[in-house]
């Protein structure tokens, strides 16, 4: 005999359904059920759920209920209530969700899990307000019951932190975090947990997640505890500010050329001694590595220029400046870099860097690694021009966003059309191919599936042959070379490409990023990993395409528990990384892989081709053709966890 009483409240006799059919009759069986073993007058009852009518009819009210709750299960011969003339209680032998969450919440790390993970993101008695008294009692009853779980989860992560239990501690986290995604205390003490079993990218995703939360509900920023704890896991002491916020991209005027990156003074407060000169120094070393990017202009400015000098670098031109403040204090310095957009002066991007003075060169070569890693992604992604366009650069801004938010085929069509035209106007310009080059091989950025690549895969490889010609110190030139081998079958020549890309350019967390997915399908899955971990080093925050990348690894290395981890960190899926989330659930046995795995049919259903018939077989096809495997083994490996997902994708079996 159980009563349900988180989210939908419901009651059963063994596989019988006793709930019965009116509000008030399941609010009070829960009401008694949570009062645990009281005896509740009728003269209580009558008022907390019949107070606003007279005395005599709220009894009668209360006498109808009693008889529907008995009514309900009265086929299965089992009372739910016993009452007298003067009181109701719940009958003995009723066992509830909450009574056992409430004994599990007072036992091991590894129990709290287990309550945890039962509670979900339910609430108490969802649904079930029936009279302002009882409104009022429900919500001291679910604040109650939200406090006494919130004080389990920490005591249960801070226990299991202390004692090494690492999976616990994860469970805890990610089932609680679910629920309240704000509690910055379970998110510090996760992060722990995590940086102890070496998964720091996890780690970094709980303070994102926890950072945009308290931005967006409460208006607020994680405290000096998080951050704190951040830099802990961060390798090198690193504080993100809490004011760090990439506004929106304002409308701005069409221009001819990359964005111009303004390299201005860096400047030093309390030094002396030895570090007199640093800030010259690392402003040098960061013009070094910004100088490998081809997408921007760099120059070098002795001062910060007013908004009325912005002109003079040319009309139209999409600028920003980039400064920094050294101040020494102690044993560390604080450098606190900042990126402005000069049309308003808006701050892009500021990530303060602690560093210590006793291991100088080390923490210099880290944060100098960071602040050019963290430069060109986010001018990238700022620098969106205005519709209509008619310099040519400006027309290739326009169609490389209009690629990059496409949500249709047609869309997406559209955006490589556009490119087309640039490149037929400007066929010199290097920068606009590999954009082009990505929507041919990937079926539009998989806006189409079922259809057969191979045509558009053929202008592709011409594409990708020219733009290397044009520029062989263009980084993305070689990752998109490397990409349109491994679909041709050329492994040795896309491996070398993705190492040279890596070697021109050791700061771009993108480019290396696409490197270390296409090494993965090349079976070299360490080095793989190691490209990833260096786009972590460069950007402690990653996106969601990172999580994708190395979940997919994690897959491929037989580890999909790990793989599961995190394909949930993602916000914001892929049709591939719903994909492999499917995979790895499914592997591991979730209970929600089979609707998962209806859900993705449903999804490349939306997006498949009608001229094909969508069969299991033409959908292994199609994925064979977009999964360029070197070895056959490990194709095999991922058919193996295609096969069982493939049969619990359909309806009949979600």
């Known amino acids: 005999m159980r009563l349900q009483l988180l989210g939908e409240v419901r009651f059963c006799v063994g596989d019988a359904d006793v709930t019965p059919r009116s509000k008030r009759a399941r609010a009070l069986v829960a009401y008694l059920a949570l009062s645990r073993g009281y005896a509740a007058p009728r003269t209580r009852l009558a008022d907390l759920f019949w107070g606003d009518r007279g005395e005599a009819q709220a009894r009668g009210s209360l006498r109808q209920c009693l008889l529907e709750v008995r009514s309900a299960a009265a086929a299965t011969g089992v009372d739910i209530l016993s009452s007298d003339r003067e009181s109701v209680w719940l009958s003995e032998g009723w066992q ?165 990156l303004l390299v201005c003074p860096f400047v030093e407060t309390g030094f002396a001694g030895d570090l007199l000169h640093l800030a010259e120094g690392v402003r040098e070393e960061v013009l070094s590595g910004l100088s490998r990017f081809k997408d921007l202009r760099v120059l070098v400015e002795d001062r910060m220029p007013s908004s009325d000098e912005v002109p003079m670098f040319g009309a139209g031109t999409i600028a920003y400046a980039l400064t920094a403040t050294l101040r020494q204090s102690g044993a560390h310095v604080r450098v606190t870099p900042v990126l402005t957009r000069l049309s308003d002066r808006s701050v892009v991007w500021s990530n303060p860097v602690s560093i210590e ?40 801004l326009f169609a490389r966003h209009r690629a990059r938010t496409a949500s249709t085929l047609a869309e997406a069509k559209e955006a490589a059309a556009l490119l087309e035209g640039v490149i037929a106007d400007a066929p010199e310009l290097a920068v606009a191919y590999p954009h082009l080059i990505r929507l041919y091989n990937t079926n539009y950025f998989y806006k189409v599936a079922g259809v057969d690549p191979a045509a558009n895969r053929v202008r592709a490889f011409e594409l990708a042959k020219t733009s290397l010609s044009l520029d062989r110190g263009h980084i993305h030139g070689y990752t998109v070379m490397g990409w349109c081998q491994l679909w041709r079958g050329g492994w040795d020549a896309a491996r070398t490409h993705f190492e040279n890309a890596v070697e021109l350019n050791p700061y771009h967390s993108e480019r290396i990023k696409e490197a270390a997915f296409g090494l993965i399908f090349l079976g070299e899955h360490g080095k793989g990993g190691d490209y990833l971990q260096r786009c972590l080093d460069l950007d402690p925050l990653p996106n969601d395409n990172f999580f994708e990348d190395l979940g997919f690894l994690k897959l491929m290395q037989r580890r999909p528990d790990e793989a599961v981890a995190y394909f949930d960190l993602i916000v914001e899926p892929t049709l591939f990384a719903d994909l492999y989330g499917v995979l790895a659930s499914c592997a591991v046995g979730h209970v929600a892989g089979p609707a998962m795995a209806a859900a993705w049919r449903r999804r490349i259903a939306a997006i498949w081709s009608p001229d094909v018939p969508m069969t299991d077989g033409n959908i292994v096809a199609w994925l064979h053709n977009h999964l360029p495997f070197r070895k056959p083994e490990h194709w095999s490996l991922f058919s193996s966890y295609l096969a069982p997902v493939l049969r619990n994708a359909h309806p009949e079996a979600a």
């Open 357 to 396: 003075v006793g291991d100088l060169q080390q923490a210099i070569d880290a944060m100098v690694d960071r602040i050019i890693g963290a430069v060109t992604p986010r001018v990238e992604r700022d620098a969106v021009p205005r519709a209509q366009p008619s310099a040519v650069y400006d027309r290739y």
């Open 96 to 260: 509830s969700d909450i009574a056992a969450i409430e004994a599990a919440i007072a036992g091991s790390p590894a129990d709290i899990a287990n309550a945890a993970e039962a509670a979900g993101r339910e609430h108490l008695l969802g649904g079930l307000f029936v009279s302002d008294e009882y409104d009022e009692w429900l919500t001291l009853a679910r604040a109650d019951f939200d406090t006494r779980l919130a004080d389990a989860a920490r005591r249960g992560l801070a226990r299991a932190v202390e004692t090494g239990d690492t999976e616990s501690a994860r469970r805890i986290a990610d089932h609680y975090l679910l629920r309240d995604p704000g509690d910055e205390e379970v998110t510090v003490l996760a992060m722990r947990a995590d940086a102890m079993r070496g998964a720091a990218p996890i780690a970094h995703r709980r303070f994102q997640k926890l950072r945009d939360y308290l931005a967006s509900e409460l208006g607020t920023a994680p405290g000096p505890a998080a951050l704190e704890t951040l830099a802990g896991v961060a390798g090198v002491p690193v504080a993100v500010s809490a004011a760090a916020v990439i506004p929106a991209a304002p409308a701005l005027p069409a221009h001819d050329g990359p964005p111009l």
